[in-house]
């Protein structure tokens, strides 16, 4: 139940985006007047960089049905294993947090079917999100295009797509060129069509 169930964020639910709001707020309030061993200040952020693979056997099972040993989102992105009605409820939930009390890194990261983008009328849906996200206040977008066929196939037939390039975390590279885990990862997100 809490796995797929229970409410999540993305789904621009008020009262689990205000948890959210408050989470970030109680990070960030925890870290004011500290400061490192060389003498900057430490600030909130919500970038996770690699540790959302790294640290999935440190950490154990979740609060939101995440089992130990399973990856987390990236960075601030939803649960992978969150139902999600699309990347306008995705859009409209994360971005009501108060952004300027974490602004070290961390972008949403939304990943299309690349049907989306085969006609003018989908380029310019993507646009309208895109707006609506600057509008909306928020910090960091990343959005990619993936076709999880194709990256299913790439597994099995690596030689038949050296140039294939996914982004990862803040950088791309070549699909055929990470570890599976990484591989499994890109496989394992919300693929959003409009």
Not at 81 to 88: D, E, I, L, S
Request: charged letters at 20%; a positive charge.
């Amino acid at each position: 139940m809490l796995r797929y169930e229970a409410p999540k964020l993305g789904n621009n639910d008020d009262f689990v985006d205000s948890i959210a709001t408050a989470l970030l707020d109680a990070f960030s309030s925890s870290l004011k007047g500290k400061t490192n061993c060389k003498g900057g200040v430490y600030r909130a952020g919500i970038g996770s960089a690699m540790y959302y693979l790294w640290h999935a056997n440190e950490i154990g099972a979740s609060a939101d049905g995440r089992r130990k040993g399973e990856p987390f989102g990236t960075n601030y992105s939803v649960s992978l294993f969150a139902r999600v009605k699309g990347p306008v409820s995705v859009i409209a939930s994360m971005t009501k947090q108060h952004f300027g009390n974490a602004i070290n890194g961390g972008p949403l990261t939304l990943e299309f079917h690349p049907s989306v983008f085969a006609d003018d009328d989908g380029i310019e849906k993507v646009g309208m999100l895109v707006k609506s996200f600057i509008d909306r206040g928020g910090h960091q977008l990343q959005l990619n295009t993936v076709n999880t066929a194709v990256l299913l196939d790439a597994q099995k037939h690596p030689e038949k797509y050296r140039h294939l390039v996914v982004r990862i975390w803040g950088w791309s590279a070549y699909f055929t060129e990470l570890d599976k885990e990484y591989q499994d990862h890109v496989i394992k997100r919300q693929v959003y069509k409009i």
